[in-house]
């Protein structure tokens, strides 16, 4: 009985060791998996490190297509929405305003200056440059850009200070607004540079929610184009958006950029931002301003080389630039091929007139690609800083009684809570569509994975079998045995009775 005992024993552990290698397997795979996603969801540097253990270089030129060409209008409306229901929250904290004859007729004016704390509007959308910093950018009173639109009334409002102004239609070509400027008002006010929104009659009588989102609707947020071209220009001290702007608006611009990133960086939804956040220490304002400095001068510090300020060739890189705004493909390995070469040719310049090693080339051009990686969420974060949308903060706030001061920082701690809504969601959204790359990448990885490891687990089932086949063998041939000696005693048992009989008779 011990023996047969044993022999079950052994069964049943080989059949719990089969199980045990399968739920191994499995963990592994689940485990690859949790880790991306539990990394994904800290900050972009996690990623880009996740990120260079499955690809290279082409991959990471190929992901930033792929979030661009394929992520960038549900970003764009997401961010849409997003804005919609803060701005709600804002006028949830008074009584939200029902659009009367007043903001019809008389409408509701505000400071271009603070409608525009990144200088954008210093570039002619004609101009070289402004056909990267805008698109439509031809086409004036009628460009689907609406800062296009806004700067060609500011135009005509500084040549016919009688200009009434220019109406905003949405796509079907309904008016949603009247937008005029003039340089200089005259009365009691004694203003320059006043922009005047009139909203059209169709909204009268309906809350001023309605009427912000269907402007809303009717705009568009950024280009693939724009979004590369102000990361650029960051990155490399190229003078694309920053062309005419003085050091001080290149600073102020900074410190807007500064206070966006301790968001995306350091802080969570439930997080709440005191005072402290908007103060900045001596050696962090002398970085703001050497940067701004560095940047009015177009140079920009070789990552491989803090002694080294690189000065990039500025029509190289527009024209490769141009070439994406201009392409008429909408394959993704075109609009890769565009960007891979912007980076080699300005890689290549840099190389022939720096002493930087030939060896170094690619460590460049790979340091250029991470760096566009890291500046994506806050570089479309920037972008809700256009005019096209921060007066909406602002006419917002002054119809609910709130003076704007025109200083961004303060306008920022006021509005903190909403900005921090905003800018939460756009990391999210971001790390969630590089999330979706790294997945794409690792799913070959786990197959490949799952081979390996159902050849091993076949193998080895295949010993833990044979051993268990051998131990059905061994236990069959115990009781096989038992049963011949069970069958030898009967037989003798048997014969002892014939001899029995015998006897008796």
Request: some cysteine; aromatic content about 8%.
């Amino acid at each position: 009985m011990s023996t047969v005992s044993k022999q079950k024993q052994d069964i049943f552990g080989g059949i719990a060791a089969l199980k045990a290698l399968t739920d191994q397997s499995l963990n592994k795979v689940n485990g690859i998996t949790s880790f991306i996603l539990g990394e994904a969801n800290n900050i972009m540097s996690s990623l880009l490190e996740i990120f260079n253990q499955l690809g290279g270089y082409n991959e990471l030129i190929q992901m930033i297509e792929n979030v661009l060409n394929k992520g960038l209008d549900d970003i764009e409306t997401t961010i849409k929405g997003t804005i919609k229901t803060a701005i709600k929250q804002i006028i949830s904290c008074g009584v939200e305003p029902t659009i009367d004859s007043s903001m019809i007729l008389t409408g509701v004016t505000f400071s271009l200056k603070n409608i525009d704390p990144l200088s954008l509007l210093t570039i002619q959308p004609e101009s070289e440059n402004g056909q990267l910093v805008y698109f439509d950018n031809e086409n004036g009173f009628t460009s689907k850009d609406f800062n296009v639109f806004l700067y060609s009334v500011i135009s005509e409002g500084i040549s016919n200070p009688s200009s009434i102004g220019h109406t905003w239609y949405n796509e079907d070509s309904e008016p949603i607004l009247n937008l005029s400027y003039q340089e200089y008002t005259t009365g009691s006010t004694n203003n320059s540079n006043v922009i005047t929104i009139k909203i059209n009659s169709f909204y009268e009588g309906k809350k001023l929610s309605s009427f912000i989102s269907d402007y809303l609707d009717s705009v568009k947020l950024f280009n693939n184009t724009q979004l590369l071209s102000s990361i650029f220009d960051d990155i490399m001290g190229s003078k694309i958006f920053s062309l005419n702007k003085t050091v001080d608006q290149l600073a102020g611009e900074k410190i807007i950029q500064k206070l966006c990133a301790d968001i995306l960086n350091n802080v969570n939804e439930s997080d709440v931002i005191d005072d402290s956040f908007y103060i900045f220490s001596n050696d962090t304002y002398n970085s703001i301003l050497e940067e701004a400095n560095n940047k009015k001068k177009g140079i920009f510090t070789y990552a491989g080389d803090t002694d080294l300020d690189v000065v990039i060739n500025q029509t190289s890189l527009m024209n490769s630039l141009l070439d994406l705004k201009n392409t008429d493909s909408t394959k993704i390995s075109d609009q890769t091929n565009i960007i891979k070469t912007a980076i080699d040719n300005i890689t290549n310049d840099i190389i022939s007139k720096t002493n930087i090693p030939e060896k170094d080339k690619f460590a460049l051009k790979l340091d250029f690609i991470q760096k566009i990686i890291s500046e994506l969420m806050s570089t479309i974060t920037m972008f809700i800083f256009s005019p096209k949308i921060i007066y909406l903060f602002i006419m917002t706030s002054k119809l609910l009684g709130i003076e704007d001061t025109g200083d961004i920082v303060q306008f920022i701690k006021n509005n903190i809570n909403i900005f921090k809504i905003i800018i939460i969601k756009i990391r999210d959204l971001i790390v969630a569509e590089i999330t979706k790359e790294i997945k794409n990448m690792l799913l070959p990885l786990i197959s490949q994975t799952l081979v390996v490891l159902t050849k091993e687990k076949l193998s080895i089932y295949k010993k833990q079998i044979d051993g268990i086949l051998s131990l059905i063998e061994t236990a069959t041939t115990i009781v096989g045995t038992a049963m011949e000696f069970v069958d030898s005693g009967l037989n003798e048992v048997q014969q002892s009775k014939v001899q029995i009989d015998q006897i008796k008779k």
